[in-house]
């Protein structure tokens, strides 16, 4: 089992961000599984919710600009939702599981400074060592 000291020792004291390549990886993360289920999620919610927002916008203006049947509306309409539809749905993909990550970084970056205790020796000594120059 891993001592607590030595895996507060391994942090910033400043940001609480992890120093070592090893902490990086650790129970920091969030485990593939979640994040891949909240990049469907986010990518069928900002798809859908950009269709139906494009769709509703969209085609009243196809609608008073080209004169003819329904159809014409839809084959002129539906490409540009499509590309504005797919862009959301790609963005809202990334940005979910980035933000869910944000969201359990702070946590534990939260949680592991408020259980840290200041150090301030190592701060004291680059500051003396500033401010005692000779200039």
Not at 9 to 32: V, Y
Not at 95 to 112: C, F, N, T
Request: aromatic letters at 6%.
């Amino acid at each position: 089992m891993v001592d607590s000291k030595s895996e507060t020792s391994l942090r910033c004291h400043h940001c609480a961000g992890p120093l070592s390549k090893d902490m990086e990886t650790s129970h920091w993360n969030i485990p593939p599984l979640i994040r891949d289920s909240f990049s469907m999620i986010g990518s069928a919610v900002g798809g859908t919710t950009s269709a139906f927002y494009g769709f509703n916008h969209v085609m009243p203006i196809v609608r008073r600009c080209i004169k003819g049947p329904m159809w014409v509306h839809f084959l002129i309409g539906a490409p540009p939702v499509m590309v504005f539809s797919s862009a959301c749905a790609g963005l809202a993909g990334g940005a979910v599981p980035a933000l869910a990550q944000l969201a359990s970084s702070s946590y534990h970056a939260a949680v592991s400074s408020s259980s840290m205790p200041p150090s301030h020796s190592q701060d004291d000594k680059m500051h003396k060592s500033r401010t005692s120059s000779t200039l």
